[in-house]
């Protein structure tokens, strides 16, 4: 649960505090976007990019056909997933 404003970041950064995610992985992994919510203009760098990082690193190393989002929800906006879910 995000303290602020609900918004998703469009990449995972191999960075994890004051290190690497990944000694040998790319600066930057793309993550999918759902349209309707806003961009985050800031990104993190602890352990919710570090998962984050993780799993798109995998997706790409195993040419998965997944997609995933990093999204940071505001308490209030619960049921905005309910109305994501149905748009789908």
């Known amino acids: 649960m995000s303290k602020g404003a609900t918004r998703q970041e469009p990449t995972a950064i191999n960075k994890f505090n004051r ?5 040998n992985g790319e600066d930057k992994l793309s993550l999918a976007l759902i349209d309707s919510l806003p961009i985050s203009k800031k990104q993190t760098h602890t352990f919710c990019n ?3 990082y993780k799993i798109q690193e995998h997706i790409n190393a195993e040419g998965l056909d997944s997609k995933h989002t990093f999204v ?11 109305s994501l879910s149905h748009s789908r």
């Open 50 to 52: 570090w998962a984050m």
């Open 19 to 23: 290190g690497k995610v990944s000694i």
């Open 72 to 82: 940071h929800l505001n308490k209030n906006d619960l049921g905005l997933l309910e």
